[in-house]
């Protein structure tokens, strides 16, 4: 499963890209205004330090104006991906683009059929949104499953990017359901490293290789 880091913050993306993880970064207006920056040269800077699929999210609203932010949004680096709403204009959008060999991510999916649409209509890229539906009270993660199902069935390339995640249960959960991809906020991300055990053992491990007295360089 692709990783993706869920942020607009550089600096964390910088520190997790050195761990040689990061696949790619997925980004919303809300991250963007989080982070105080410049929408374009966010996208830029971010496009140049991670060489994978970096999405950047449309603002408007009708699939004409869509068409030429994501235009502009595609210009900035050949790694963006244009994000665009699960709505029938994004759709538009979203087909336009497929046409023009651009990369899409339909964003704001919430359901099988939302999914289903995104793939007819090309998308590079579908976020099913798991915590917003487990905050209303569903089971976010059986959308995966289900999307997955339906892919598999008719064929459909689109990849399923799990979002919306908040956690490493969230995680394990959407590679379990066979997510092609999770996007990750970076303090999610840093918890995935963590067992009590793995550090247990290790310092176990530290303290009698010291008891030997020996140096391996
Ligand atoms: O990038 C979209 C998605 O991951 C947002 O997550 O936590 O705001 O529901 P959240």
Same mark, same amino acid.
């Given at each position: 499963?692709?990783?993706?880091?869920?942020?607009a913050?550089?600096?964390?993306?910088?520190?997790?890209?050195?761990? &040689?993880?990061?696949?790619?970064v997925t980004t919303n207006p809300?991250?963007i205004?989080?982070?105080?920056?410049n929408f374009l040269e966010a996208i830029k800077e971010i496009a140049?330090?991670?060489?994978?699929p970096i999405s950047a999210e449309v603002a408007a609203?009708?699939?004409?104006t869509m068409i030429k932010e994501g235009e502009k949004l595609s210009a900035i680096a050949s790694n963006v991906v244009v994000k665009l709403?699960?709505?029938?204009?994004?759709?538009?959008a979203c087909?336009h683009f497929?046409?023009q060999?651009i990369m899409t991510n339909?964003t704001?999916?919430?359901?099988?059929?939302?999914?289903?649409?995104?793939?007819?209509?090309?998308?590079?890229?579908?976020?099913?949104?798991?915590?917003?539906?487990?905050?209303?009270?569903?089971?976010?993660?059986?959308?995966?499953?289900?999307?997955?199902?339906?892919?598999?069935?008719?064929?459909?390339?689109?990849?399923?990017?799990?979002?919306?995640?908040?956690?490493?249960?969230?995680?394990?959960?959407?590679?379990?359901?066979?997510?092609?991809?999770? %996007?990750?906020?970076?303090?999610?991300?840093? %918890?995935?490293?963590?067992?009590?055990?793995?550090?247990? &053992?290790?310092?176990?491990?530290?303290?009698?290789?010291?008891?030997? &007295?020996?140096?391996?360089?």
């Open positions: 499963m692709q990783i993706f880091i869920d942020t913050e550089i600096s964390l993306l910088k520190e997790l890209h050195e761990t &040689g993880l990061v696949d790619g809300s991250l205004a989080k982070s105080g920056r140049e330090l991670i060489p994978g609203t009708d699939a004409p709403p699960l709505t029938f204009e994004g759709l538009k087909a497929a046409s060999g339909v704001l999916c919430f359901s099988v059929t939302q999914a289903l649409l995104a793939a007819k209509a090309g998308a590079t890229y579908v976020s099913p949104f798991v915590g917003r539906l487990d905050d209303m009270g569903f089971n976010g993660m059986e959308l995966i499953e289900e999307i997955r199902a339906v892919y598999d069935t008719y064929g459909y390339e689109t990849e399923i990017l799990a979002a919306s995640i908040r956690s490493d249960a969230h995680v394990k959960a959407a590679a379990l359901a066979g997510a092609d991809c999770a %996007t990750i906020p970076p303090a999610v991300f840093k %918890t995935l490293v963590k067992h009590p055990l793995t550090d247990k &053992g290790l310092e176990q491990f530290v303290s009698d290789w010291k008891g030997t &007295g020996q140096s391996i360089l």
